[in-house]
Nanobody, 120 residues
Framework: QVQLVESGGGLVQPGGSLRLSCAAS????????IGWFRQAPGKEREGVSC????????YYADSVKGRFTISRDNAKNTVYLQMNSLKPEDTAVYYC?????????????WGQGTQVTVSS
């Protein structure tokens, strides 16, 4: 009933770009903060980026700052993660998640993830 679906992942060469989408159904994203997370095999899940609901403030992990951009399109009920200058260490399954609180809060709803592989 309440679903988040990530898409846009794939195989890309180092230095390339991908645009991930997180589409919501069963609820509207207008009043939610939305975060992007990633998890590589054998690694802990890490936060990548977040966009707030109150003022659309954005946050980025230091490892992606300057390369990734998060945005939302409320009319499409979708959040995007534009990833540029991709590096092999960006390889991971990327998840989106939501919270009714701010970006520092726990995220309750998660998508199924989309695989991003950066390799030559």
């Amino acid at each position: 009933q309440v679903q988040l679906v990530e898409s846009g992942g794939g195989l890309v060469q180092p230095g390339g770009s991908l645009r991930l989408s997180c589409a919501a159904s069963g609820f509207t994203l207008d009043y939610y903060a939305i975060g992007w997370f990633r998890q590589a095999p054998g690694k802990e899940r890490e936060g990548v980026s977040c966009i707030s609901s109150s003022d659309n403030s954005t946050y980025y992990a230091d490892s992606v700052k300057g390369r990734f951009t998060i945005s939302r399109d409320n009319a499409k009920n979708t959040v995007y993660l534009q990833m540029n200058s991709l590096k092999p260490e960006d390889t991971a399954v990327y998840y989106c998640a939501t919270t009714r609180s701010g970006c520092a809060a726990d995220f309750g709803s998660w998508g199924q993830g989309t695989q991003v592989t950066v390799s030559s």
